[in-house]
């Protein structure tokens, strides 16, 4: 399955953990395991039984999303080609987050972002190549600035953060075009309802990815005008993901990262009931 990012020996206390800056807490250190992300041949030869071949049973990119299930399940998420969990000794703020599906039920203020919204329609494409277009790149770039106000990112530099986070690769190629690191992932793309004649404003956009039994909510990005604020796209855009998962008949949905003492974190908790994984172990929390 891979070998764990090995940072300096001689300078990194946990030569084990692959380190970086806290992206939560100012001045702190995270560690993370990280492994890369079984290609879709090798998560056969894990998945699939031994009596099998590529021409019976689940094929190659199911047994890659059956995997991914299960590193979900022990509290990873994706970053390109890598699975990732927090793994900071000194720290255990970031929890893992999930939501049994046949058991959520929407509060009255989630119901009413759901009516609110209902102007709204949303596009599901599983094509790389629809992943990274012109106009999704301007409204990265945009959103960037609510978190790095005083920075304005280019659009190359928009460009290729999101080829990252969907795990988008330019192939040699030019007949190949692109191919992604996990089957499983694809876009929602959120847009004014339209004359019909041409397709609506486009003002959010969710990477989503999809297991055999479960999604996992990797991110979301949006119009950050007043008016699109107003409307508590982020919130909608969970409660559709979790509205997809109840209809393809998966059992989980997996919001990331909870820290109950980060602002812009906690709201997960609002989405009930939720389970934390907490000591090796997921752990139904108490309202």
């Given at each position: 399955m891979?070998?764990?990012?090995?940072?300096?020996?001689?300078?990194?206390p946990?030569?084990?953990?692959?380190?970086?800056?806290?992206?939560?807490?100012?001045?702190?250190?995270?560690?993370?395991?990280?492994?890369?992300?079984?290609?879709?041949?090798?998560?056969?030869?894990?998945a699939?039984?031994?009596?099998?071949?590529?021409?019976?049973?689940?094929?190659?990119?199911?047994?890659?999303q059956?995997?991914?299930?299960?590193?979900?399940?022990?509290?990873?998420?994706?970053?390109?080609?890598?699975?990732?969990?927090?793994?900071?000794?000194?720290?255990?703020?970031?929890?893992?987050?999930?939501?049994?599906?046949?058991?959520?039920?929407?509060?009255?203020?989630?119901?009413?972002?759901?009516?609110?919204?209902?102007?709204?329609?949303?596009?599901?494409?599983?094509?790389?190549?629809d992943?990274?277009t012109?106009?999704?790149?301007?409204?990265?770039?945009?959103?960037?600035?609510?978190?790095?106000?005083?920075?304005?990112?280019t659009?190359?530099?928009?460009?290729?953060?999101?080829?990252?986070?969907?795990?988008?690769?330019?192939?040699?190629?030019?007949?190949?075009?692109?191919r992604?690191?996990?089957?499983?992932?694809?876009?929602?793309?959120?847009?004014?309802?339209?004359?019909?004649?041409?397709p609506?404003?486009?003002?959010?956009?969710?990477?989503?990815?999809?297991?055999?039994?479960?999604?996992?909510?990797?991110?979301?990005?949006?119009?950050?005008?007043?008016?699109?604020?107003?409307?508590?796209?982020?919130?909608?855009?969970?409660?559709r993901?979790?509205?997809?998962?109840?209809?393809?008949?998966?059992?989980?949905?997996?919001?990331?990262?909870?820290?109950?003492?980060?602002?812009?974190?906690?709201y997960?908790?609002?989405?009930?009931?939720?389970?934390?994984?907490?000591?090796?172990?997921?752990?139904?929390?108490?309202?």
């Amino acid at each position: 399955m891979g070998t764990t990012a090995q940072p300096d020996e001689g300078t990194e206390p946990y030569p084990d953990l692959f380190a970086s800056p806290c992206g939560y807490f100012d001045g702190r250190t995270s560690h993370y395991t990280v492994f890369r992300l079984p290609a879709p041949e090798d998560a056969f030869d894990i998945a699939a039984p031994d009596n099998l071949n590529n021409t019976q049973g689940p094929d190659a990119e199911t047994c890659q999303q059956i995997v991914f299930d299960s590193l979900l399940a022990e509290g990873f998420r994706r970053a390109d080609d890598f699975v990732y969990r927090a793994d900071c000794p000194d720290c255990r703020q970031c929890i893992p987050i999930r939501i049994a599906v046949p058991d959520f039920k929407p509060s009255k203020s989630q119901r009413r972002v759901l009516s609110h919204n209902e102007d709204i329609t949303i596009r599901i494409t599983q094509n790389p190549a629809d992943f990274i277009t012109t106009e999704k790149v301007k409204l990265y770039c945009a959103y960037d600035r609510r978190h790095n106000p005083h920075e304005t990112k280019t659009s190359d530099a928009g460009r290729a953060e999101l080829m990252q986070m969907n795990g988008v690769h330019e192939c040699a190629s030019a007949v190949e075009g692109v191919r992604v690191s996990y089957s499983g992932t694809f876009n929602m793309e959120y847009r004014m309802t339209s004359d019909g004649n041409t397709p609506g404003k486009l003002i959010g956009v969710g990477i989503v990815d999809a297991g055999a039994d479960s999604l996992s909510s990797n991110y979301f990005y949006y119009d950050i005008s007043p008016g699109i604020m107003k409307r508590s796209i982020g919130t909608y855009s969970i409660l559709r993901e979790i509205d997809l998962c109840r209809r393809l008949g998966f059992g989980w949905y997996y919001l990331g990262y909870w820290l109950a003492d980060c602002r812009k974190m906690v709201y997960k908790s609002a989405y009930n009931p939720h389970q934390l994984f907490t000591g090796g172990s997921w752990q139904t929390a108490e309202k």
